[in-house]
């Protein structure tokens, strides 16, 4: 099967699901074995300078029923992955920060120069 989106982030495939995020910001959940779309969930629905600034996603981790996503103006947002609505927003940096990476059950982000551990 093939299917049209546009993303540059890796997909995270969780048993017969699939995850990616697109360059506009939408989730979107296929069914690993045939293709089909299960779900489209716009994140940046509630964030308010998305368009305006050109905001870009530059990677997600899924972890408990969470998705954590990081942008090019150095934000976080955390969207229930059940529903898709919005938890938070968190400024990290006014800089691009990387993907999240988990190790040893904590978060860590790339940044210019540093790492940051979250919590």
């Known amino acids: 099967w093939k299917q049209n989106i546009n993303s540059n982030l890796r997909p995270t495939v969780i048993g017969k699901l699939l995850f990616t995020i697109s360059y506009e910001g939408y989730l979107v959940i296929l069914d690993n074995s045939n293709g089909n779309i299960i779900r489209i969930t716009n994140v940046f629905a509630k964030t308010k300078d998305y368009k305006k600034n050109k905001i870009e996603p530059t990677g997600f981790i ?37 993907r999240p990476f988990i190790f040893n059950k904590n978060m860590y982000l790339i940044k210019i120069n540093s790492i940051l551990k979250l919590n």
């Open 62 to 98: 899924i972890g408990k029923n969470k998705v954590y996503l990081s942008l090019s103006n150095g934000k976080i947002v955390i969207v229930n992955l059940i529903d898709g609505k919005l938890i938070d927003i968190i400024k990290i940096n006014g800089d691009k920060i990387s």
